[in-house]
């Protein structure tokens, strides 16, 4: 686990009295990938360089939102309703495109996890887009999705798509933030990253509720 390992270091730093390079290494790894015990070393540190609290959020806000990409659009057909989705639709929302195929075993063993999420934060305005990578598998699509109860928006990919995302393997998500940008997050969404991928679409619901104040 590779926080255990930049917490070191930053203990380390703090030891040879270098508080400002630790608070700033451990800043860009929180912002990528988030983690509890990552976020209280900050706070330790912050307070040392005589941050507030909403110092340190802000600028934890501004390192994610620097590390973010340009989003993908698209426009590609839901399988339950036959009409078209665009992930415009999904504009000031957190929305996890999820590439994935109905046979792909690491696929079905990430549902649970995705599910989960959904469940906890879909009130807030949380979203999966669930867009199938393998096209000879249509007809396995909403069996699937029926029989494992699962709330995800089913979408027919196209291979101009997954080539636009540069899907390499299955499964591979992009997380999306209310301004249409793509965050980090773990690879795959398992027990051990659960944690991770929760703390950073909530980090993201609460940038769309402060965007939505603001206006």
């Known amino acids: 686990d590779h926080r255990w390992l930049d917490l070191t270091r930053a203990q380390a730093l703090v030891a040879q009295g270098k508080v400002d390079t630790a608070y700033a290494n451990l800043l ?9 015990e990552v976020r209280a070393a900050l706070n330790t540190y912050g307070q040392k360089l005589a941050k507030t609290e909403p110092q340190i959020e802000a600028e ?16 590609l057909t839901d399988y339950a309703t036959g009409k078209p989705v665009s992930l415009s639709d999904y504009k000031g929302r957190v929305v996890l495109v999820n590439f994935w195929y109905p046979k792909c075993g690491p696929c079905r063993g990430e549902f649970p996890y995705l599910q989960q999420s959904l469940e906890k934060y879909k009130s807030q305005g949380f979203e999966i887009l669930a867009i199938n990578g393998h096209p000879p598998e249509d007809s396995w699509v909403m069996p699937l999705i029926q029989g494992w109860h699962l709330g995800f928006i089913p979408l027919k990919g ?4 997954v080539s636009a ?5 299955f499964p591979q998500n992009f997380l999306y933030g209310p301004d249409g940008k793509i965050y980090p997050i773990p690879g795959q969404v398992r027990p051990a990253t659960l944690r991770e991928f929760q703390l950073q679409v909530e980090a993201l619901l609460q940038q769309a509720k402060a965007s939505t104040t603001a206006q």
């Not at 995302?165 to 393997?169: D, S």
């Open 165 to 169: 995302y540069k899907v390499r393997g």
């Open 60 to 75: 934890i806000a501004a390192q994610r939102v620097s590390a973010a990409k340009p989003g993908l659009p698209f426009t």
């Open 28 to 36: 860009k790894e929180f912002a990528a990938t988030p983690s509890d």
């Open 158 to 161: 196209t291979d101009d798509v």
